[in-house]
């Protein structure tokens, strides 16, 4: 999950419906430099990945991501550069203000809300200290 100004950056195709940029990582003995390949690869966006936020029961982890392009202050929906997936685009969302609809896989929605609201847990604890 990347964190953008006003919610978090997510991936749209061509059909206008948003995921997190996701992998299986089953196979990996470790997922967070899989998932960093992934997104490389996918998006063409250099990301460190961080903490686990939250896992489910179905097997989705979502882990805060961090990174150094300047991408949190977009305001714009923007292409993935020309030598990754052409069909999809970064744009920046409130989960809380997405529905259902929205998303490309359904199951994503209630598990982003989730680290999102964590996320922001997180980040409000470390400032009062």
């Known amino acids: ?14 059909q ?10 089953t196979d990996h003995p470790d997922a967070q430099c899989a998932l960093h390949q992934h997104i490389w690869h996918q998006t063409g966006i250099n990301v460190e990945v961080g903490a686990r936020l939250i896992a489910t029961k179905k097997g989705l982890t ?3 991501c ?9 305001t714009h929906p923007f292409s993935t ?3 990754t997936h052409a069909s ?3 744009v920046s969302r409130d989960p809380f203000a997405l529905t259902i609809k929205a ?3 359904r199951d994503e929605l209630i598990p982003l809300r989730d680290a999102f609201t964590r996320w922001k847990k997180t980040t409000t604890d470390s400032k009062k200290e």
């Open 1 to 14: 999950m990347l964190i953008a100004k006003d919610g978090v950056l997510l991936l749209e195709n061509e």
């Open 16 to 25: 206008y419906l948003l995921s997190l940029p996701a992998l299986d990582t």
């Open 62 to 64: 979502i882990y805060h």
């Open 66 to 74: 961090e990174e150094s392009a300047g991408l949190a202050g977009i």
């Open 81 to 83: 550069p020309d030598w």
């Open 88 to 90: 999809l685009a970064w």
């Open 103 to 105: 998303m490309a896989n």
